[in-house]
């Protein structure tokens, strides 16, 4: 309006820079193409309150967000002047400059701002910090799970059908690890026509496919089914990726709906790096060697259902290299253009691979390079159909397990320490590290019980993992056996092992006792029904030492090993705090890491013992959990956390 000031239209200025203080969300601003910070808000440096941040360009105030291309938003919003909107980012950023990374999540809006002549100056930023409202819907989903069974009741029958028909696991192999990752775009029926699966063979190489058929829902996964089980048998039977894609090819002419079904079949030999693929008309591979990305050369044929021949071609792999299969979900995504969406897969997953996205110690390097290249990918564009990423990366293979110890009390503590750093090096998962665990620990005690007597002896075990994954334990003793005074039976902790292992045999002789089982290593593939959700925390199984606590209630709360150590503790707690078992006691198993047959026998006691006082023990396990997978075994009943 000529004539009106600048102060007349907006404010005092007193009142205006009050106003930009105060307001609840988090203000700043940028200045230039190396976005200088030069206005920080109160809410905002409440926040993020690093003093020396302000007037410094962001990568250099916060170098830790580099990579997880917050900064290139800021650079996209400046050159174009184009506004972006975010929703529940997840950061990881060091919030007071002490040096530690956490992860946050904010809503945001980054605007240009532009100068009077109407070039762009710089811009502005509007957050949101969310992290208690998200970590409070992950915390109520993660106990919708465990309570009510969450995939059950929610499209409770196409969800159990999509995730019985897919590989529920891939397998831990020597010289590379594998991850694989599934969303479901059909939100109302949770079922899709993506596939993938990961074989192993016997020597030493492991085949890799991912499949689409055309379409989505129930239809697309009964198709999808008959197609993933043909390919399966084919290359388990030893057939060639010709071969098994031909045989594949002939299969589909009679099923309704596999007409245009695509594939890509690799081989990747784990010795040599020798890697040997096809693709029918579906993506090519993408090879990220040495931060250098490249996609692999398409073999030439089209989607099934042609009558066509097939044929491979060949490349390799070197050791840190990884190639990932991905179904057209991941680069055809809304609101990108093919070459565009192409190439920042490419980029995205090169920067995941090399450290330089989401700061994460904690996650195997193809765990991470598969969850976060779709959470990166993903939470700009979203999806709208099913995404398939199934990912490999050649590693060095780690050494046999190899411990000798002497058989006396500390000796299961000491190896069950030891083991389970061991496994979760060669890539074993929570579910399969408790297992061994518990079957190791048990052949231990038992030597130590019953081997050599109250003098103790030498003991050895060890564990290697052979091509198919397959994972080969050895506890061996040089004592005969002995009755002591704590246990005249030494089958109780044989018969839990029996129950774990079904492959667990015990084999004595002149010289000793060998103990020894067999069992596959897996990890669970991420299979995600809920669109809403696409980043989860990993599983983490951290040492905890054993000790008891009182809640408010006066329940017990246990944490760490339930050893034969720790067991009589637990005991006279439990026989304390129940006065004798004339009261009813809750007992929280949640963060119980081990329970051996020493513990499982005392809870059993324990609650008979309830019960004879016409009273209760009730012990709580969540699902999913050491406590309640070991509980669920024998037969003891527990409760979901309240």
């Known amino acids: 309006m000529p004539g009106t000031s600048w102060d007349d239209l907006v404010g005092d200025p007193y009142d205006v820079r009050w106003v930009f203080e105060t307001m609840?969300?988090?203000?700043?601003?940028?200045?230039g193409p190396d976005h200088r910070l030069i206005a920080l808000n109160d809410a905002y440096r409440q926040l993020i309150p690093k003093a020396d941040a302000t007037g410094?360009?962001?990568?250099?105030?916060?170098?830790?967000?580099?990579?997880?291309?917050?900064?290139?938003?800021?650079?996209?919003?400046?050159?174009?002047?184009?506004?972006?909107?975010?929703?529940?980012?997840?950061?990881?950023?060091?919030?007071?400059?002490?040096?530690?990374?956490?992860?946050?999540?904010?809503?945001?809006?980054?605007?240009?701002?532009?100068?009077?002549?109407?070039?762009?100056?710089?811009?502005?930023?509007?957050?949101?910090?969310?992290?208690?409202?998200?970590?409070?819907?992950?915390?109520?989903?993660?106990?919708?799970?465990?309570?009510?069974?969450?995939?059950?009741?929610?499209?409770s029958s196409a969800t159990v059908m999509q995730q019985a028909l897919l590989a529920p696991s891939v397998p831990v192999l020597p010289g590379v690890d594998?991850?694989?990752?599934?969303?479901?775009?059909?939100?109302?029926?949770?079922?899709?026509?993506?596939?993938?699966?990961a074989i192993a063979t016997d020597n030493g190489a492991v085949i890799l496919v991912v499949g689409d058929v055309v379409g989505h829902g129930i239809a697309a996964t009964a198709v999808m089914s008959q197609l993933r089980t043909a390919t399966r048998l084919e290359l388990i039977r030893g057939s060639g990726i010709s071969d098994a894609l031909t045989a594949v090819e002939e299969f589909a002419q009679h099923i309704p709906g596999a007409e245009?079904?695509?594939?890509?079949?690799?081989?990747?030999?784990?010795?040599?790096?020798?890697?040997?693929?096809?693709?029918?008309?579906?993506?090519?591979?993408?090879?990220?060697?040495?931060?250098?990305?490249?996609?692999?050369?398409?073999?030439?044929?089209?989607?099934?259902?042609?009558?066509?021949?097939?044929?491979?071609?060949?490349?390799?792999?070197?050791?840190?290299?990884?190639?990932?299969?991905?179904?057209?979900?991941?680069?055809?995504?809304?609101?990108?253009?093919?070459?565009?969406?192409?190439?920042?897969?490419?980029?995205v997953a090169t920067r995941v691979l090399a450290g330089e996205a989401i700061p994460d110690d904690t996650a195997r390097p193809i765990d991470r390079?598969?969850?976060?290249?779709?959470?990166?990918?993903?939470?700009?564009?979203?999806?709208?159909?099913?995404?398939?990423?199934?990912?490999?990366?050649?590693?060095?293979?780690?050494?046999p397990f190899h411990e000798q110890v002497h058989a006396d009390a500390p000796a299961a503590r000491s190896v069950r320490t030891r083991l389970r750093e061991w496994l979760a090096a060669v890539g074993a998962d929570h579910t399969d590290i408790m297992v061994v665990d518990h079957a190791v620990s048990e052949y231990v005690q038992n030597a130590i019980d019953h081997a050599y007597g109250p003098t103790g002896g030498p003991l050895e075990v060890a564990a290697v993992l052979d091509n198919r994954g397959v994972l080969d334990v050895q506890v061996i003793d040089h004592g005969q056996w002995v009755a002591n005074e704590h246990s005249s039976e030494p089958s109780r902790g044989l018969g839990f092992v029996s129950a774990l292992?079904?492959?667990?045999?015990?084999?004595?002789g002149d010289s000793g006792t060998r103990a020894s089982f067999t069992y596959p290593l897996s990890r669970s593939a991420r299979i995600v029904t809920d669109p809403a959700v696409i980043h989860t925390p990993p599983h983490q199984l951290d040492p905890v030492q054993f000790h008891i606590d009182f809640d408010d209630d006066g329940e017990l709360v246990v944490c760490g090993d339930v050893d034969a150590l720790h067991a009589p503790t637990l005991a006279g707690r439990i026989i304390g705090q129940s006065r004798s078992g004339t009261r009813a006691l809750r007992v929280d198993l949640s963060a119980v890491t081990y329970l051996g047959s020493a513990g499982l026998r005392m809870l059993a006691e324990a609650r008979a013992q309830a019960r004879r006082q016409d009273s209760d023990l009730i012990l709580i396990a969540p699902p999913g959990s050491t406590a309640h997978h070991v509980l669920s075994l024998v037969g003891i009943p527990t409760t979901p956390p309240d």
Not at 24 to 31: G, I, K, Q, T
Not at 503 to 508: D, G, L, Q, S, Y
Request: hydrophobic residues 40%; charged residues 20%.
């Open 501 to 508: 292992i079904t492959t667990a045999t015990v084999t004595p």
């Open 260 to 347: 245009f079904a695509t594939l890509c079949i690799t081989h990747l030999n784990t010795i040599t790096g020798a890697l040997e693929y096809a693709t029918a008309g579906h993506p090519p591979p993408l090879l990220i060697s040495k931060h250098s990305p490249r996609f692999l050369e398409p073999t030439g044929a089209t989607p099934l259902g042609r009558g066509q021949r097939f044929t491979t071609r060949t490349d390799a792999l070197g050791h840190g290299d990884a190639v990932l299969l991905y179904t057209d979900g991941v680069v055809e995504r809304p609101g990108r253009r093919l070459p565009e969406s192409t190439t920042e897969f490419a980029t």
């Open 56 to 155: 410094k360009p962001v990568r250099e105030a916060f170098p830790e967000v580099l990579g997880q291309f917050v900064f290139d938003a800021f650079d996209h919003v400046y050159h174009t002047g184009e506004t972006h909107h975010g929703k529940e980012w997840r950061i990881a950023i060091d919030l007071d400059g002490s040096g530690t990374t956490q992860d946050v999540y904010w809503d945001f809006t980054f605007s240009a701002r532009r100068d009077d002549d109407g070039a762009i100056d710089g811009v502005d930023l509007v957050l949101q910090d969310v992290t208690a409202r998200v970590r409070a819907r992950l915390a109520a989903e993660q106990q919708l799970a465990e309570v009510s069974q969450r995939y059950e009741q929610v499209r």
């Open 369 to 399: 390079l598969c969850s976060q290249t779709l959470e990166l990918l993903l939470r700009n564009s979203g999806y709208s159909d099913d995404v398939t990423l199934l990912g490999a990366q050649r590693t060095t293979v780690a050494p």
């Open 24 to 31: 609840p969300v988090m203000l700043a601003a940028l200045r």
């Open 178 to 197: 594998i991850a694989a990752e599934y969303l479901v775009a059909t939100e109302d029926t949770a079922a899709g026509g993506d596939w993938f699966d």
